[in-house]
């Protein structure tokens, strides 16, 4: 008979804990994203310049990158629940006491701490999410229910953030956040029971010492799988976030969209990326390897139609939904493939996943900002060659992303190629 997640008799059902969780997840997503929307008034509050005011969103993600695949590891022996309470805790914290700091560096130091627990709370939330299932094949399923939670946190808690700091002050926004991880919080200490993870090596139990659960952890760096694995992350999610990024300054510059049709695509968008998450854990556990190959080959497609039928807003409008869902599934791929060939070390596994797309998150604005930059710059110097591909800088995004998708099916193929042997 096979053994219960629970260590304690269980109190709820795996769905029920499952959505608890994903709840979480969405209080932390909308206090990591949310303060992106509010960086104009940081800089009116604190009397700073925005570049002065974007780094504490900047600083936040570099922290996320270099915790992630450490501190899930050093606290691996920890059960769940209470690393859920503790960074739970330490979310509600900091948003409380921001709400009253009227000093930028006191507000920098509260949204650097958060930072460092962010990647704790997230990699054991998937790993719950892979050991409830009991089975296996199904694992992917379980797992969507915890990114619905990512994408609900950028579509609706980043939209809510930015409405109620515009509306009533960056006050009421952080007092937002503070609500959300207390609710979240509560949820945790109520709903969720004494969970234990089943950390497995290849053919036998860890044994409890804890170098030797770290010796099994760091053991995947061993299998050039995580290798491609890694790189194909960091593509992808280069590829997705590079052209969201510049998504609102495409439409308006290229497209000639008025702010207000651009806000209900972006709402579109963002609501398609939810049934891509639903999508996405059925899917896998169907064909997994046709799923992580076709996606990145779709939304190839979506961009080159982009790019050709920008001046259709009807056919933008339906291009930007298929996006969504496909870059909602590719969320859900991307922790699968680094985190099912590895079920002995799913804990740094699930901490490499958050720590690569952040990584390629960075990567991606960093890369297109530089190709907007140059072409913008031969545009202007009346440059024949680029001024036959491209009307207007912004729609280099789309090459630029299309590339990035090449380069990440050359990994995820190479990476196939591996796991066969």
């Known amino acids: 008979m096979k053994q219960n997640l629970f260590s304690k008799q269980r109190k709820r059902t795996p769905a029920f804990i499952l959505y608890t969780l994903s709840f ?3 209080a932390v997503i909308s206090s990591l994203l949310g303060i992106m929307g509010l960086v104009p008034l ?6 700073i310049s925005s570049a002065q005011a974007s780094s504490i969103v900047s600083i936040f993600a570099l922290i996320v990158t270099i915790a992630a695949p450490i501190m899930p590891l050093l606290c691996a022996r920890i059960k769940p629940r209470v690393l859920f309470i503790f960074a739970l805790s330490v979310f509600s914290i900091t948003s409380f006491f921001s709400i009253f700091t009227n000093d930028f560096g006191t507000l920098f130091v509260l949204r650097i701490v958060p930072a460092v627990f962010h990647p704790i709370f997230i990699a054991n939330a998937l790993s719950v999410a892979g050991d409830l299932s009991v089975d296996k094949t199904k694992s992917a399923k379980f797992v969507s229910l915890v990114f619905l939670g990512i994408s609900a946190g950028m579509v609706l808690g980043v939209s809510l953030a930015t409405f109620l700091g515009a509306q009533y002050g960056f006050e009421v926004a952080m007092g937002f956040f503070f609500v959300l991880n207390l ?3 509560v949820n945790v ?7 234990q993870l089943h950390i497995q090596a290849e053919s036998a139990p860890v044994k409890e010492n804890y170098f030797n659960l770290l010796k099994v952890q760091l ?3 061993k299998s050039p799988v995580s290798w491609t694995s890694l790189i194909g992350t960091v593509c992808l999610m280069a590829a997705m976030y590079g052209f969201y990024n510049f998504l609102s300054t495409f439409l308006h510059e290229s497209a000639g969209l008025t702010f207000s049709i651009i806000s209900f695509l972006l709402f579109v ?14 899917l896998l556990s169907k064909n997994a390897y046709l799923v992580i190959m076709l996606v990145p080959l779709l939304m190839m497609m979506a961009f080159a139609g982009i790019f050709i039928f920008e001046l259709h807003m009807v056919l933008m409008g339906a291009l930007l939904f298929i996006l969504g869902i496909l870059a909602g599934i590719t969320h859900n791929s991307a922790q699968f493939m ?10 740094l596994a699930n901490g490499l996943y958050v720590s690569s797309s952040n990584l390629g998150i960075s990567l991606g604005v960093a890369l297109c900002g530089i190709v907007i ?6 545009l202007k110097a009346h440059v024949a060659s680029v001024s036959a591909l491209f009307n207007n800088a912004v729609e280099s995004i789309c090459f630029v992303s299309i590339f990035l998708l090449v380069c990440a099916i050359v990994s995820i193929y190479m990476r196939e190629k591996f796991l066969l042997h």
């Open 219 to 221: 053991s995947i760096f």
């Open 183 to 185: 609710i979240a919080l």
């Open 338 to 347: 680094l985190s099912v060939p590895f079920p002995q070390a799913k804990i």
């Open 269 to 282: 968008y963002g609501g398609a990326n939810i049934i891509g998450n639903f999508l996405a854990g059925r």
């Open 24 to 26: 979480g997840v969405f």
């Open 42 to 47: 940081i800089a009116q509050k604190f009397n």
């Open 373 to 378: 930059v140059f072409i913008d710059t031969a």
């Open 189 to 195: 200490l109520f709903f969720v029971p004494d969970l």
